[in-house]
T-cell receptor, first 110, second 114 residues
Framework: EDQVTQSPEALRLQEGESSSLNCSYT??????LFWYRQDPGKGPEFLFT???AGEEKEKERLKATLTKKESFLHITAPKPEDSATYLC???????????FGSGTQLTVLP | DAGVIQSPRHEVTEMGQEVTLRCKPI?????LFWYRQTMMRGLELLIY????????DSGMPEDRFSAKMPNASFSTLKIQPSEPRDSAVYFC????????????FGPGTRLTVT
């Protein structure tokens, strides 16, 4: 059974204080790892897809990386508008469904 | 494109009543997913369709839950009868058959069963 664990559960940062969120996974045959952002009262918003170890994707202050066991979402010089819950999900084997982690709630203080 | 559309956005009903949630996927997408999100269990897949056909409904919690997709642009999730433990946010998402497999989510329906 696929498992996705995200840490920490919650993270509070000062504006400009860079940090990383972790997503560790156990799957049989990773086909893709996905990062989503979810704001309160809204649906998850797609950010990145990573397919193989060593791959990196960037978008503004966010950078996602992937190893064979985990993925990191690096946030550089965050701003208050980066506050949200960040969800990680994996797609494995022949499945079409994603397995989601429980998320990291990020709060960036001005 | 307007994105995935869900209705209603909020639903409050009494235990025992029938509830119907609606979803319009992004035009051209051939996969449609129904999820449920709660604080305790996070985001759970309930059922998904490919080309309007249900592929995997193993996440549907009980026979009280049913889902249909009569055409490529419309799907419903029905709960009959509803119970307080069904209170959650229900999301619909859609994606392409090929490509990068990312799913696009709707805004959700917040269901409260009293």
């Amino acid at each position: 059974e696929d498992q996705v664990t995200q840490s920490p559960e919650a993270l509070r940062l000062q504006e400009g204080e860079s940090s990383s969120l972790n997503c560790s996974y156990t799957v049989s045959g990773l086909r893709g790892l996905f990062w989503y952002r979810q704001d309160p009262g809204k649906g998850p918003e797609f950010l990145f897809t990573l397919y193989s170890a060593g791959e990196e994707k960037e978008k503004e202050r966010l950078k996602a990386t992937l190893t064979k066991k985990e993925s990191f979402l690096h946030i550089t010089a965050p701003k208050p508008e980066d506050s949200a819950t960040y969800l990680c999900a994996v797609l494995s084997g022949s499945a079409r469904q994603l397995t989601f982690g429980s998320g990291t709630q990020l709060t960036v203080l001005p | 494109d307007a994105g995935v559309i869900q209705s209603p956005r909020h639903e409050v009903t009494e235990m025992g009543q029938e509830v119907t949630l609606r979803c319009k996927p992004i035009s051209g997408h051939d996969y449609l997913f129904w999820y449920r999100q709660t604080m305790m269990r996070g985001l759970e897949l309930l059922i998904y369709f490919n080309n309007n056909v249900p592929i995997d409904d193993s996440g549907m919690p009980e026979d009280r839950f049913s889902a249909k997709m009569p055409n490529a642009s419309f799907s419903t999730l029905k709960i009959q009868p509803s119970e307080p433990r069904d209170s959650a946010v229900y999301f619909c998402a859609s994606s392409f058959l090929t490509g990068s497999y990312e799913q696009y989510f709707g805004p959700g329906t917040r269901l409260t069963v009293t």
